[in-house]
Structures are given as structure tokens and as C-alpha cells.
């Protein structure tokens, strides 16, 4: 959502001073000047890297996931960023994807038995669902077809923790969730509210050390960051919303 870039809010600013400039109103010059002074800020990795520190702390884990751990792992699709030669163009998978499923993959392989189910419908109406492909770079990876399921019909993360709920047969209630570091906090939740027992486990960290002066200077990589944490959070709210008003429903 545009909304939430800080790129958007400095053009915001820039706009707001030329109106302020041309009505003379010192005011809101000075409301501008502070936005552009906050989005620029808001690029630097130093503002992104604080936002994704609290996103990524480690999650806790519940005593019953190492007393009875899970046999069955959950992976929810992280995206693609390319169009499709063909349905079988598993390369088309985000990096987020790629990250979360090759962890499950090595989740997968410590114990025999172990069950890799994957959330994500099509990106775009009539597409591959993301999971499908998801499952294809699994395969490739080494993991049976009979150790892979798939929910095809969801496209965002409440939706995958409601369509893993409907799946036939059934899922079991206490599963491990498998997903980046950042989206974990969010995607725990939602299969919570699902009626899931949730064992975590993060991968695709993206926050990075302290260094100056570096850490100071607005980076491209660093607005992307902070779009990314921002989403977080801002889902984060936008489901206890529409979990309190299920509830009430």
C-alpha cells in the first residue's frame, strides 16, 4: 500500500510546502518540513533495522513443542517477484518463498515422517497458486510427493490460517509454522486465532548490524525494509480488528 512508504510521505511534504509557499502560511511550511525531516529519516537503515529488531526478536517457544514436537510443518508462500515461462517455472519464487521453504526443507529431513503442508493461492486470477510452485522447488529439493500437501485458495496470511483450518483430511491442531523472521509474529497469530498450537520457526532475517556511517544514510535497500515492517505492523493491528470483530459476530 502506498501509504506506507516513506517515499510517499516525502512527496506528500514536498507537495504540502508548495501549497504552503504559495498561500504564505508558515504553519504548515513547517508540518511539511517536519515530514520530509521524518520520511528521510524513515529511509535510513538505522529506522528500518530498529523497526525489524523488534519484528525479528526471537519468538517464544511453548513447552508441549518440545515435549510432543509436531510431525507436521506449515509453510506459507512469501511472494513471487517474476512472470512465468510456464506452470512448472518454480524460478518465479520471491526470495522469502525460496528462504522459507528450503528451512522447511531441512526441517523436513532431521526426522522421517515429518509432513510439509504449504499455504498460498494465485497471485493473480486464473494463475499457478504460489503454493504449487512451492511444492515443485521442494521436489527438486529432494522431498517425496507423498510428504507434500497443499492449500491453493487463499491470498494473504488470515486467509491462509482459515484455509489450513478447512483442509480434508484435517490438519492437526499443533503444527511447527515456518515462515521469515519479520512475518512470523503476524502469521502466528492468524493460525492462533485459527485454532492452531503453534511451534515457530523463523528464517529470512533481514535486519543487520549496527555501522556508521552507514546506518545514517538513506538507502534504497532500507526503504524496502521499512515498507516491509510497516506492513507488518500495520496487519498485525488490521487482524485483531477483524479478529475482535469475528468474535463479536
Known sequence: MWLLSPLSWLLLAGLGACIAARRHSRGWLRVSLVAALVSVFAMTPLFANALLGWLERPQPIPAYCVASPPQVGVVLAGGVDAIPRDDNDASVLGVAS???????????????????????????????????????????????????????ASSNTWENARGLAAMTPALPRRVVLISSAMHLPRA??????????????????????????????????????????????????????????????
Open 188 to 249: 502466528r497469530y492468524a493460525m492462533e486465532r485459527a485454532g492452531f498450537e503453534v511451534c515457530p520457526i523463523a528464517t529470512d532475517w533481514r535486519r543487520v548490524p549496527f555501522g556508521l556511517p552507514g546506518y545514517l544514510i538513506p538507502q534504497t535497500s532500507a526503504l524496502l525494509k521499512t515498507e516491509a515492517a510497516l506492513h507488518e505492523l500495520v496487519g498485525m493491528l488490521y487482524y485483531r480488528w477483524l479478529d475482535r470483530r469475528t468474535r463479536q459476530d
Open 98 to 152: 525460496r528462504r522459507r521453504m528450503e528451512r522447511a526443507v531441512e526441517w523436513w529431513r532431521a526426522r522421517p515422517g515429518r509432513v510439509i503442508v504449504v499455504s498460498g493461492g494465485p497471485v493473480w486470477q486464473g494463475g499457478v497458486p504460489e503454493s504449487r510452485w512451492m511444492i515443485r522447488h521442494a521436489q527438486r529439493l529432494g522431498v517425496a510427493p507423498a510428504e507434500l500437501r497443499g492449500e491453493e
